[in-house]
């Protein structure tokens, strides 16, 4: 996608600090942190957000749910714990349209998840 910045990223056109790379996956540290460790991790696929899967990429998303357990082992947030999120369309905060999956982790995390 032209526009898209994550695909951007994918290409090297936009700079980041990657974590992860495969041939299906890349990871990248979030521009803003909200957590010591903050993590986005990607599929290079453009997917615009989790209700545009499709059944063809079941095996692409648990993939991504193995990279992240490999990244949270990297990165030392495993045993201490830390959250998963993907926010999907306007009312969940979905803010870049292409499919992501935050890692977040390196401190105590807030219950309230929804504000
Ligand atoms: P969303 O609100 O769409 O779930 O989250 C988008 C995330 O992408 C935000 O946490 C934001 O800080 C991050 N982000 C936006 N643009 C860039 C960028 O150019 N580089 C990186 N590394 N992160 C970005
Ligand atoms: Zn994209």
Aim: proline share 3%; aromatic share 6%.
């Amino acid at each position: 996608m032209e526009d898209c910045i994550f695909c951007k990223i994918i290409k090297g056109q936009i700079p980041s600090t990657i974590v992860y790379e495969d041939s299906d996956i890349i990871a990248f540290r979030d521009v803003d942190p909200q957590a010591p460790v903050h993590i986005l991790v990607i599929p290079k696929k453009h997917i615009s957000s989790l209700i545009d899967l499709k059944e063809e990429d079941e095996l692409l998303i648990g993939k991504i749910y193995t990279v992240i357990n490999k990244i949270a082992k990297k990165e030392e947030i495993n045993e201490d714990g830390f959250r998963v999120i993907v926010n999907c369309g306007e009312n969940g905060g979905q803010e870049v349209k292409h499919l992501h999956f935050h890692i977040l982790g390196g401190k105590k995390l807030g219950l309230k998840i929804c504000e």
